[in-house]
């Protein structure tokens, strides 16, 4: 059983520029978390979603950044006009219920802005 | 609101010794605790979660924690660590109510276990 996958491992942009990270989770799981990694920091919830629905975006920030998590395909983690400070290292997890206990992560994402 | 502490930023310790990781939690009623292991350039790997019950909990690799509702602490434990233990080590609380499924990371503890 393949763990979460996520692609691409490291995405390079100049600022200004778009970022879109995309997550499978794993097989059976119909939810999706996303996390931030900034360096020196732990992880900082980003969003919850299910297929098709956001549950929580309460640790999204309020502009340039959305996520979405369709009936068909990856959820994808999009960043509009990328900044320095958006550089950061990114993870997904997946659960398989929304009372299942462990989220499962994925490799992760190393965004870097330049 | 919930929140967790890692104390220590480097925890050191000798091949072969105990090793133990501190943790401290914040949640407004009562908690799912967890713990991950973080190895360069990888994700996050589950080692132990306590849900309910005993209040001592075992996992991967002779990982073990133990909830102390009382001072509000999971601390991390192995009797003997190995040099391969050395990693990123991350505790995590998730309050109870339903429907809350964000889970709150401390900052990290390095662990470098000495040969």
């Known amino acids: 059983n393949a763990g979460v996958m996520q692609n691409p491992r490291h995405l390079v942009r100049r600022r200004g520029q778009e970022a879109r990270l995309r997550c499978s989770p794993m097989?059976?799981?119909?939810?999706v978390y996303w996390y931030r990694q900034l360096p020196e920091e732990g992880l900082k919830f980003m969003v919850y979603l299910q297929k098709e629905n956001i549950i929580d975006e309460s640790g999204m920030p309020k502009e340039r950044f959305s996520a979405e998590f369709p009936k068909e395909g990856p959820s994808i983690l999009r960043i509009q006009q990328v900044v320095r400070g958006d550089s950061a290292a990114y993870f997904c997890a997946s659960s398989p219920a929304q009372d299942s206990y462990e989220q499962y992560f994925g490799p992760g994402t190393r965004l870097t802005v330049t | 609101a919930q929140s967790v502490a890692q104390p220590e930023d480097q925890v050191n310790v000798a091949e072969g010794n105990p090793l133990t990781v501190k943790c401290t939690y914040s949640v407004s009623g009562n908690p799912y605790l967890f713990w991950y292991v973080q190895y360069p350039n990888r994700g996050l790997q589950f080692l132990l979660k306590?849900?309910?019950?005993?209040?001592l909990v075992k996992g991967s690799y002779g990982f073990e924690a133990e909830f102390n509702k009382s001072q509000t602490s999971f601390h991390l434990k192995k009797p003997s660590a190995l040099v391969s233990d050395s990693a990123l080590y991350f505790c995590?609380?998730?309050?109870?109510?339903?429907?809350?499924?964000?889970?709150?990371f401390g900052k990290g503890n390095q662990v470098v276990v000495i040969p």
């Open positions: 995590a609380v998730r309050d109870r109510d339903y429907g809350n499924n964000r889970l709150a």
């Open positions: 097989k059976g799981h119909s939810h």
């Open positions: 306590y849900i309910t019950g005993d209040n």
